[in-house]
């Protein structure tokens, strides 16, 4: 069984501050997505990062793919109450139509 | 555009009792999933549907059951409720069998007293 650790879960800072979340896992996967969730809502996509060592940029999110395709990053420069969420990493083992294997999650609470 | 519609939205029921979840998309999707999302542990995959006329198991089947019934819908069904059932049901698809983004419904949230 995959496994995807994420941390830290839960992350509470001021407006303005900067923040990384981490995904980490010591399986390979040929992808791996990163989800955000708002209450009473599904998940809605982010991004998809395929190749080992790419950053995909989103405004003020940056998200990383390791260079051996096992761990992920996403960073916020200059986080803003709008970033409030639920981030989800999700790894895609590739091939078939398998499903993903979901990190935990991060709650992120952005202070005004 | 609806994308994945989850019905019902909210449910409670006694343990023993039976219910069908249904989703349908409107993408013309051909893969389907279905999750369930508890408190502490992200979420897991039920079942899935690469294709019409195709179901598979994922990491949590037991206690559930599926049916792909045409493209566009796919049902979960619970035929005897128990309350380690309780939790929150999300319906997915993605356009083909190779991993492609996965758009969600918005939740079946589901109580079993």
């Known amino acids: 069984t995959q496994l995807l650790e994420q941390s830290p879960q839960f992350l509470s800072i001021q407006e303005g501050e900067n923040l990384t979340v981490y995904c980490n896992s010591s399986?390979?996967?040929?992808?791996l997505q990163w989800y955000r969730q708002e209450p009473g809502e599904g998940p809605v996509l982010l991004v998809t990062v395929v190749t080992g060592g790419e950053v995909k940029k989103l405004k003020r999110l940056t998200f990383q793919f390791g260079d051996a395709r096992k761990d992920s990053s996403l960073h916020i420069t200059a986080a803003q109450p709008g970033d409030t969420g639920l981030y989800l990493c999700a790894g895609a083992s590739g091939g078939g139509a398998d499903g993903l294997t979901f990190g935990k999650g991060t709650h992120l609470i952005i202070q005004p | 555009n609806a994308g994945v519609t989850q019905t019902p939205k909210f449910q409670v029921l006694k343990t023993g009792q039976s219910m069908t979840l249904q989703c349908a998309q409107d993408m013309n999707h051909n893969s389907m999933y279905w999750y369930r999302q508890d408190p502490g542990m992200g979420l897991r995959l039920i079942y899935y549907s690469a294709s019409e006329g195709t179901t598979d198991k994922g990491e949590v089947p037991n206690g559930y059951n599926v049916s792909r019934l045409n493209k566009r819908e796919f049902s979960l069904r619970l035929e005897s409720a128990a309350p380690s059932q309780t939790s929150v049901y999300f319906c997915a698809s993605s356009e083909s069998n190779r991993v492609q983004p996965q758009h969600f419904g918005d939740g079946t949230r589901l109580s079993i007293l």
């Open positions: 399986s390979v996967f040929s992808s």
